[in-house]
């Protein structure tokens, strides 16, 4: 069983779509993330979710939405791509201790 | 929020030689610091944890110490191998429950 699962595994898509990725956590965690990689491998925080409370990180542009529909799925709504936005995305969950992550979502906007 | 600088960005050790990663943290606050390991391609896998009560913890060739006062905690890996060839990444959770991530450590074990 996967702990932490996500899809697409890869995306590539052109410059001003509108695309998602969704996770899903059979975990029980009560908290959820999304991570941004870059191609230098830093690991930013984007958003955090926990008990319907959305916390999100002040760089992220607002072209990036998270949507929870539920406390097992955190879900990313990224509209009018753009270049700089290829990375890998990482989805994670926790319950008061470390971060287990998705496999990661690989984004190529050309 | 958290602000975790990691030294260095790239470690080459002999295989067998011992290897150190070095974080600082900002937020005083924070209480629980992980580290994770990402091979090639891979997800951030956590490795050892160490939360802010304790000093020091060890398992097999994995060790990490926590410097509450000086807000540092360092990774210690002993007798390398080459399969310990990854990046790194230590993190701090602060007391809004995120977890920040230091800038990571690609070491490489030379065989």
């Known amino acids: 069983d996967t702990a932490v699962s996500q899809t697409p595994k890869y995306l590539v898509t052109q410059m001003g779509n509108d695309k998602s990725i969704k996770c899903e956590q059979n975990?029980?965690?009560?908290?959820m993330y999304w991570y941004k990689q870059d191609s230098k491998k830093f690991l930013k925080i984007m958003f955090s979710y926990n008990n319907k409370e959305l916390i999100i990180n002040e760089t992220v542009p607002n072209r990036f939405s998270p949507k929870s529909p539920d406390k097992a799925h955190l879900n990313l709504h990224i509209n009018s791509l753009e270049l700089g936005d290829s990375a890998v995305y990482f989805c994670?969950?926790?319950?008061?201790?470390?971060?287990?992550f998705g496999q990661g979502t690989r984004l190529t906007v050309v | 929020g958290e602000n975790v600088e990691q030294h260095p960005s790239t470690l080459s050790v002999q295989e067998g030689d011992s290897a150190v990663i070095k974080c600082t943290y900002s937020?005083?606050?924070?209480?629980?610091f992980p580290w994770y390991k990402q091979e090639l391609g891979k997800r951030p896998q956590l490795i050892i944890d160490i939360r802010s009560n304790v000093g020091e913890k060890k398992d097999q060739r994995i060790a990490v110490t926590l410097n509450k006062t000086a807000k540092h905690f360092s990774l210690h890996i002993t007798e390398t191998q080459p399969e310990d060839s990854a990046v790194y990444f230590c993190?701090?959770?602060?007391?809004?429950?995120?977890?920040?991530f230091g800038t990571g450590t690609s070491l490489t074990v030379i065989p």
């Open positions: 994670a969950s926790s319950q008061d201790r470390d971060a287990f």
């Open positions: 975990l029980g965690h009560d908290t």
């Open positions: 937020d005083s606050a924070s209480n629980y």
């Open positions: 993190a701090a959770l602060n007391t809004g429950n995120q977890f920040y």
